[in-house]
Structures are given as structure tokens and as C-alpha cells.
């Protein structure tokens, strides 16, 4: 029978942010002002392996929970104790300390390994459960880089269990609906994405976890081979606020004045249309290409582009042309006319970034392509699009990886998009989705061709694919970029590098970070951010095959159901109006959204569509086809009207692309209130009839 190692990790609590959080200065969070909390996705782990533990029938099975972090984090193991946990380990080391995904994920599965070996005296069928991400950090990379770390398969997105058959049974969320899965084989990382039952600490049990030993091991213990700052593949170079919201906010007192802004906005079509999208800047071009061999404007920050801009003028008077014609004279010049804005060694780095010319990478910019059914996930064509963007600046070909089954005949499409090449790798046993197969025919693509940029969607897929490509090939990789911009490091001899931005900390941070000691840069980034060009059947491209010997050992998981939506919902209807799970019940979402789409198209004089949260979609209140967001559809009606609906990052991005977003929820703290143009605080219920009857008087 299984034993379970939960991993819990001690974040910030980003739910109670304040002003004072803030640095004035810079707007970025302090995070010594913020309390210190257990990740509530760990949480939910923990309390789902007890459930598992609970459901297997073997109470004897061992839960061992681990953490990495300070000292401090012995608070998570305490809480841990206090509720279902046999034993806990504390990874501390200040060496271990401003790791990025790799450098986390490499420890945490070398503890793994010795827990196995100490604690569970090397019984190998035990389960690795972990929270899907955490608040902090957000980016879901190191359950599967552990997993890859240990050679194991990952089960992502895990929404509940069944104990059937001697085995479990896990129920996932994948794009376009949900799927029961099984490992082959044992050991197993699983990812918990939503379990809603808490676990509560009972009194002795409290007592008894604040004397209970807690096994603490330092980095020597662990023999890890990718630690801290040092064993990291990606680094911050920035850190800024995020942008205000572009949508108005506005808060709209009764239904009678909605009804107005409803009609006047959709009449006017004053909404948000396409803002907050990739927003085009002047497109980078390599040293060599530009004006002057003096014209460093790509800098990757803006203290650099000044002062290259003044060191560029400098020279001009100094009567340099061009960088190998600056002598010791010239040097002395432009010291003494700086006004003190160089020192010495500050020069000569920066004269030394002048004469580097070459990007700093090699090769291809590559998309590796999602499909379902013989159809290109359209975050695929986004991608295309953005890569071709790359490509272009940094005068190279995109290449797009395509693996499946008979997925051939989609290479034609890709090409259209954009794609110069099509790497296509055919094997049945690619013929359904298996991160481990898919992984290995994926890797070893790019360790034969190497291209220098390697984008990957954010959707579920690739955010469970990216990390294990990634951190087979060893190269770093960031996660949900919603900006990928060239720019150099000329000072640091760089040129041409990928800057990967992306929000951070639940969103009140962006973070702008670049890729090191690897031979490529990767990203998975935000579907609905990128913009697609418009499909050109002229466009001439190549069709490369690549092979890759796979076998059965290779699959790592059976598919036991797969649930996706079905029919037809004519998401390109100017107006659509969706229900979540605030709407209590199939009956309230059939009455009262149903009434409102009609009211709406009589005001209107237009077609409106039905939609749906993921969450209004598990209560069964409607069909699955209806759910909009990450894993349902992405959409950019005229008005998008949300009733009962939070507002969750998932649910959101499938509407950022919408001119005008209306939100109906009765908390007045619910997020999609700051994601939104209009919206109203009251019930469905109360709300939904006096609209109708006011957009039938309008
Ligand atoms: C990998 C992954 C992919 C996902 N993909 C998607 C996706 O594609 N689409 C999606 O939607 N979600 C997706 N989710 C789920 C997402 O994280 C949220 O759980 C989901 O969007 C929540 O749906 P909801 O807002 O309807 O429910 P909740 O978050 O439970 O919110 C219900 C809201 O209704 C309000 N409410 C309650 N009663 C009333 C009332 N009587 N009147 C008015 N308001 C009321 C509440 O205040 C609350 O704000 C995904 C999650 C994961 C992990």
C-alpha cells in the first residue's frame, strides 16, 4: 500500500495586501510586511493525501510532509503535524536560499530521495502530492522538474480520487473538459489543483505537534546538483508594479442605470477593444543593422539605454566612428566630459559591449505545437505569430515542433501562421496526450536542432510539458509570460536575449527575467496575449521529420475517461452573458441567464450566446461546451456580462480580449470587480429580473 510525501511550502499571504505593503518608491510588495501562511494549495494536498489515505483503507500508510525554506518554515510542518502528518522534514540552508524553479525543484527531489531511502526504508510505492503552485511564485513548473529530476510521471491539475480496483484513480483538468487517469506504475507526482475539504487540528493533536521531532537537513545532507542562486537557470532583472487595469471599474448603483450603460455601451461600442494586448513597441534590430555602431537603444533597462545614449554622444565629440577606433585619448576625453556619469572600469565595459555584434544565442525560434482532434490549439497560432516577430529581429527562421499522430496535414496551417519550418514527429504512441512520451519525442528535437528561443502555451499542456522539456535538455524556462521582447546586455558581452515578463505573487507584482547558463531560452506564455498574423496560404515553408524511438515504457498513464465539451455554442455572438457558481443551481442559471440573454437581444437587436465558469460547468448547471476561460474557450465579444462569477486569472484570460466586461456578484470585495468596466453588487436573484425589466423600458 502507498505512503504519501506532501511537500508545503510557507508563502506570503498576498490575500491580505494593504497600501503599506507597498514601497512608495518603486510600487513593488515588501514581503517582510506580509504574514507568513501555509500555500493553500499544500494545504489542500495535505488534507487530499489524508483523503487518500482514508479512501486506500490502509491507515497504517505513512504521510511524510516536506518543506524548503528558512527556519521559520517549521510553522508549515507544525500545521502539518497538528492535522494528518506521521512525520516531517525541514530542508533548511542558506545555500539553498533565491532559487528559481530548478534550483527548487532540484533539492526538494533529492530529499525525496533520501526520505525514500531513511524514512520509508525504500519502499517505492508511495505518491509525491504537492499544491498545483504557489501563491508566490505561480508558476506550477516544480512539481513536474521534481518529477522529471526523479524519473517519474506527473498527474497535473488533480481535482479529486477513486480507490477502485487496488488503485487510484485520478479526475484532471485538461483543455476543453476533464479526464480520469491512472499511473502505470508507482512511485507518482500528483498536482492538486481544487480539494475543498479542509483538515481541522484537534486539541491534543496541537499539543502533540509542537513537541514532535521535526527531521531538519542542511544542502550537505541532500548532495543536491542545483542549489540557490548558482544552481538557477533563470534570473530577476526587474521588478515594477503592474500596469493600472485598462478596464474603467466603475461601480453602477442600481439595475436601472446598468441597463443604460449596457445599452449606451453596446450602441457606441466605447469599451476596451484589444487593449492590454502585446503592445508593439519599436521592433528590435540586431548592432549591426542599425544607424550608428554607437546605437545601443535595446538595453534591457532603462539606466542602460541613458547611458549608452550619453556615452553615444560622448564619443560623437570625441571624433570616434566606430568602437575599434576608440583609443586611451578618446577614453580620457569622455571621462573628463561625463560630469563624473562614468568611471573607469564602467567604460571600458561598456566599450567592450560596443564591439560585441553577435547575438548571444544561436538558432531557430520555436513553438511547440498543442492539437487536439486534428485541430491547432489557437494559442498555437498566437505563438507563431509572436515567434515570427522574434525571428524577424533576430534574422532567423521559426520553426514549429509538431508531435501526435497523423498530425502532418496541420503543418500546412502552421505554415500560414508563420512557421519557415515544420518539425513533425509521427508515432502512434503519440496519439493521445502523455506528458513522459511526449516529453522525450520533444527533447530530443531540440537537442538535435537547438534553436535559441522555445515558446510553449500556457494552457494546462504546456505548463506541465514546458518544465519537463526544460529540465531534461537543462536549460531554464519561465512560466505565463504576457510580454517576450528582444533586447541586449551589451555591457555583460549579451545580445539578442529573450526578456521574459510575467506577473507575479497573485498578480500585484511583474517580473522581467532572462535566461542563463542554458543553450536555449524557453517560456510558456498567456493564451489570448500574443497577437496571430493573418493565415497567408501563400507563404512557403518546410516539412522536416524527425524520429524518435519510443516504446510502451514511455507511456506513462492510462487514460481511463475523457470528458470534453460537445455541440455547438456560437461563441462569435457579439453578446454573451455567463453564470457561475453564484447562480446556486441549474434552475437559476436556466431562468435567470436565459431571461437575461432574451431581454438582451430584444434591447439589443443582436445574437447572444450563453457561457459559463469551469466551476458553474462541474455543478452541472450547463454543458461543458459553454465554459469560457484557460481550459474552456477564449472569447472577445462586444459584452461579456459575468453573474456570480469571481473573477479567477483562469476564468479571465479566456475574456481579456472583450470590448466591454459587466460583472454581477454580490461580494463586494470579488475580484472580477477590478477586472471588469461596470459591475453591481447584489444577487442573481434580486439583480437579474430588475435588469431585464429595465432593458425593456430603455
Ligand atoms: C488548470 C486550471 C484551469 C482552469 N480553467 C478554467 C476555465 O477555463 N474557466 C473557468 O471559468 N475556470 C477555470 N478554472 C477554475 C478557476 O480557477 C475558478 O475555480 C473558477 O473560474 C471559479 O468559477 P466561479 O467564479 O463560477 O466560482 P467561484 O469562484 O466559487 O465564485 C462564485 C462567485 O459567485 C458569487 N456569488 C455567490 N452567490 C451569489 C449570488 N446569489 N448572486 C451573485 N453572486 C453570487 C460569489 O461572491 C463568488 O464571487 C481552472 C482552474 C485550473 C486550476
Redesign the pocket.
Same mark, same amino acid.
Not at 465554459?627 to 474552456?632: I, L
Not at 453573474?643 to 476564468?651: K, N, P, R, T, V
Not at 447584489?682 to 436573484?685: A, D, L, P, R
Given at each position: 500500500m502507498s505512503d504519501y510525501i506532501v511537500l508545503v511550502k510557507q508563502v506570503p499571504d498576498v490575500s491580505q495586501i494593504t497600501d503599506n505593503a507597498f514601497d512608495p518608491e518603486t510600487g513593488t510588495l515588501i514581503r517582510t510586511r506580509l504574514a507568513s501562511v501555509v500555500n493553500e494549495l499544500d494545504a489542500q494536498a495535505l488534507a487530499f493525501a489524508s483523503y487518500m489515505r482514508q479512501i486506500s483503507g490502509d491507515q497504517k500508510a505513512r504521510i511524510v510532509v516536506l518543506t524548503m525554506g528558512p527556519p521559520m518554515a517549521v510553522e508549515v510542518l507544525r500545521y502539518s503535524l497538528g492535522r494528518c502528518a506521521d512525520k516531517v522534514v525541514l530542508l533548511t540552508d542558506r545555500a539553498l536560499g533565491g532559487a528559481d524553479t530548478v534550483a527548487t525543484a532540484n533539492p526538494l527531489a533529492f530529499a525525496v530521495r533520501k526520505i525514500v531511502k531513511e524514512i520509508l526504508k525504500n519502499d517505492h510505492d508511495y505518491y509525491v502530492v504537492c499544491g498545483?503552485q504557489s501563491v508566490d511564485g505561480d508558476t506550477a513548473q516544480v512539481p513536474p522538474q521534481m518529477a522529471e529530476e526523479l524519473g517519474l510521471p506527473c498527474i497535473a491539475?488533480v481535482t479529486s480520487a477513486e480507490f477502485k480496483r487496488n488503485r487510484f484513480e485520478f479526475t484532471r483538468?485538461i483543455s476543453g473538459g476533464s479526464q480520469v487517469v491512472a499511473p502505470k506504475k508507482l512511485p507518482a507526482v500528483v498536482t492538486v489543483?481544487?480539494y475543498e475539504y479542509p483538515l481541522f487540528a484537534s486539541f491534543t493533536k496541537t499539543r502533540w505537534a509542537n513537541e514532535a521531532e521535526v527531521i531538519t537537513w542542511g544542502s550537505e545532507d541532500i548532495k543536491a546538483t542545483h542549489i540557490g542562486v548558482k544552481g538557477s537557470k533563470t534570473s530577476v532583472i526587474r521588478v515594477f508594479p503592474p500596469g493600472k487595469s485598462s478596464r474603467k471599474c466603475q461601480h453602477v448603483n442600481d439595475a436601472k442605470s446598468l441597463a443604460k450603460v449596457l445599452v449606451d455601451g453596446f450602441k457606441s461600442g466605447d469599451g476596451h477593444a484589444g487593449q492590454g494586448k502585446d503592445a508593439k513597441t519599436s521592433r528590435y534590430a540586431l548592432p549591426l543593422k542599425r544607424a550608428s555602431l554607437f546605437d545601443r537603444s535595446f538595453e534591457g533597462t532603462q539606466k542602460e539605454q541613458a547611458d549608452y545614449r550619453l556615452l553615444a554622444d560622448k564619443l560623437a565629440e570625441a571624433g570616434a566612428k566606430a568602437p575599434d577606433q576608440i583609443d586611451a585619448a578618446m577614453k580620457e576625453k569622455v571621462l573628463a566630459s561625463s560630469g563624473g556619469q562614468f568611471h573607469q572600469k564602467a567604460l571600458d565595459d561598456m566599450i567592450g559591449g560596443l564591439k560585441c555584434t553577435e547575438p548571444s544565442f544561436k538558432g531557430e525560434v520555436w513553438v511547440v505545437a498543442e492539437h487536439s482532434d486534428g485541430v491547432v490549439h489557437p494559442a498555437t497560432f498566437e505563438l507563431t505569430g509572436k515567434a515570427r516577430d522574434l525571428a524577424d529581429s533576430l534574422e532567423t527562421k521559426v520553426g514549429v515542433c509538431l508531435a501526435g499522430s497523423g498530425v502532418e496535414p496541420m503543418a500546412k496551417e502552421l505554415i500560414a501562421a508563420g512557421a519557415d519550418n515544420v518539425y513533425v514527429i509521427e508515432d502512434k504512441l503519440l496519439a493521445v496526450f502523455d506528458a513522459i512520451a511526449y516529453r522525450k519525442a520533444i527533447a530530443d528535437a531540440i537537442n538535435t536542432y537547438w534553436p535559441q528561443i522555445v515558446l510553449y502555451a500556457a494552457t494546462?499542456q504546456g505548463r506541465m510539458l514546458a518544465p519537463m522539456v526544460s529540465y531534461r535538455v537543462g536549460c531554464g524556462l519561465t512560466a505565463d509570460c504576457t510580454g517576450l521582447d528582444i533586447r541586449d546586455s551589451s555591457r555583460k558581452g549579451d545580445i539578442g536575449l529573450l526578456l521574459q515578463t510575467r506577473p507575479a505573487l497573485g498578480g500585484n507584482v511583474m517580473a522581467t527575467i532572462r535566461t542563463k547558463d542554458s543553450r536555449s531560452q524557453m517560456a510558456t506564455a498567456r493564451p489570448g496575449v500574443m497577437k496571430r498574423i493573418p493565415a497567408d496560404a501563400s507563404r512557403k515553408g518546410k516539412v522536416i521529420r524527425h524520429g524518435v524511438s519510443l516504446s510502451q515504457d514511455d507511456i506513462s498513464l492510462d487514460i481511463i475517461k475523457t470528458e470534453l465539451g460537445a455541440g455547438h455554442v456560437n461563441f462569435g455572438a457579439s453578446v454573451i452573458v455567463s453564470g =457561475?457558481? =453564484?447562480m %446556486?443551481s441549474r434552475d437559476n442559471y436556466e431562468h435567470l441567464v436565459g431571461s437575461l440573454c432574451e431581454g438582451l437581444a430584444r434591447t439589443l437587436d443582436t445574437r447572444v450566446e450563453r457561457g459559463a465558469?469551469? &466551476?458553474?460547468v462541474e455543478q452541472g448547471f450547463i454543458e461543458r461546451a459553454h %465554459? /469560457?476561460? %484557460? +481550459? *474552456?474557450t477564449s472569447i472577445g465579444p462586444k459584452l461579456y456580462v459575468a453573474? *456570480?462569477?469571481?473573477?479567477?486569472? %483562469?476564468?479571465m484570460i479566456?475574456v481579456a480580449n472583450t470590448e466591454t466586461i459587466v460583472a /454581477?456578484?454580490?461580494?463586494p470585495n &470579488?475580484p472580477?470587480f477590478k477586472q471588469c468596466d461596470y459591475y453591481i453588487v *447584489? +444577487? /442573481?436573484?434580486d439583480t437579474i429580473p430588475q435588469l431585464v425589466e429595465a432593458l425593456a423600458a430603455v
Open positions: 498545483m491539475y483538468i489543483a481544487k494546462p =457561475g457558481k =453564484g %446556486q465558469s469551469r &466551476a458553474a %465554459q /469560457v476561460g %484557460q +481550459t *474552456g453573474l *456570480g462569477i469571481s473573477g479567477a486569472i %483562469q476564468h479566456g /454581477v456578484n454580490s461580494d &470579488a472580477i *447584489g +444577487t /442573481v436573484e
